[in-house]
């Protein structure tokens, strides 16, 4: 999947979560240095839909979460 934001003023970088369902289970999977507006996040499972959110932070703490995305990724049956 390749997760794409817009970029802030005033970040020192972006935290990248992942939840299953898209409301509960929010997990970690990255963090990236100011004015990166995207990430590869590879090895995921066949025919799954994944939901992307993501948080800017400095020294003052971090953002609200942003709006929720999701993507399928390819159903691998041959």
Do not use: K
Request: glycine letters at 8%; one cysteine or more; hydrophobic letters at 35%.
């Amino acid at each position: 999947m390749h997760v794409v934001w817009d970029d802030v003023a005033g970040e020192d970088g972006y935290r990248v979560e992942r939840s299953p369902d898209g409301s509960s289970g929010w997990a970690l999977i990255a963090t990236v240095s100011a004015d990166v507006t995207s990430l590869d996040n590879t090895n995921l499972a066949c025919g799954t839909t994944y939901y992307y959110r993501v948080r800017a932070f400095n020294a003052w703490g971090s953002s609200p979460p942003s709006n929720v995305d999701s993507d399928t990724t390819f159903d691998c049956a041959p």
